[in-house]
């Protein structure tokens, strides 16, 4: 699969100017010393991190996030939902703090991790088309050497999903 003709840019049809996407991602990020004497104002940080605009627009798509389940922060409402209800009577308030938490559970948490579970294969696979990917620098031009597609770097997603 991986001949030179795999890399070849499909617009002009040369492989000098061909990097992997993924490559130049990761290049796009630099550090530079902050000691300048530019910076009037005393130093922050060590280093500055840049990224170039040619990286931002080729990006890898971003991760899904796992909603995981039951928080601290959600234990802690229901908590003050306990000690607020306990005022009338513990029976009471332990009534309304376990249905409470079943009704977050099933109308807040399972819907999100329903959510998460389609969207992390759908990333998966938007991942492995990215990682598939080269850029031409002459034509300013991301391509997909399988199936010969191409577009400019700020339309990378059509080559994704
Ligand atoms: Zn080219």
């Given at each position: 699969?991986?001949?030179?003709?795999?890399?070849?840019?499909?617009?002009?049809?040369?492989?000098?100017?061909?990097?992997?996407?993924?490559?130049?991602?990761?290049?796009?990020?630099?550090?530079?010393?902050?000691?300048?004497?530019?910076?009037?104002?005393?130093?922050?940080?060590?280093?500055?991190?840049?990224?170039?605009?040619?990286?931002?627009?080729?990006?890898?798509p971003?991760?899904?996030?796992?909603?995981?389940?039951?928080?601290?922060?959600?234990?802690?409402?229901?908590?003050?939902?306990?000690?607020?209800?306990?005022?009338?009577?513990?029976?009471?308030?332990?009534?309304?703090?376990?249905?409470?938490?079943?009704?977050?559970?099933?109308?807040?948490?399972?819907?999100?991790?329903?959510?998460?579970?389609?969207?992390?294969?759908?990333?998966?696979?938007a991942?492995?088309r990215w990682?598939?990917?080269?850029?031409?620098?002459?034509?300013?031009?991301?391509?997909?050497?399988?199936?010969?597609?191409?577009?400019?770097?700020?339309?990378?997603s059509?080559l994704i999903y």
């Amino acid at each position: 699969m991986a001949t030179e003709t795999a890399f070849r840019c499909p617009q002009c049809g040369e492989i000098d100017a061909v990097r992997k996407v993924s490559a130049i991602y990761n290049n796009g990020f630099s550090t530079i010393p902050n000691d300048s004497p530019l910076v009037p104002y005393g130093v922050v940080d060590k280093t500055i991190t840049t990224i170039t605009s040619l990286a931002q627009k080729i990006a890898p798509p971003p991760e899904p996030k796992d909603p995981g389940g039951m928080n601290l922060g959600c234990l802690f409402l229901l908590f003050i939902v306990f000690l607020i209800a306990s005022t009338t009577s513990w029976i009471f308030a332990l009534g309304i703090t376990i249905t409470l938490a079943f009704l977050v559970n099933y109308f807040l948490f399972k819907p999100l991790q329903k959510e998460y579970k389609e969207l992390k294969p759908e990333w998966d696979e938007a991942i492995r088309r990215w990682s598939e990917l080269y850029y031409c620098s002459r034509d300013d031009c991301v391509f997909n050497p399988n199936t010969g597609e191409s577009v400019p770097p700020e339309r990378i997603s059509a080559l994704i999903y």
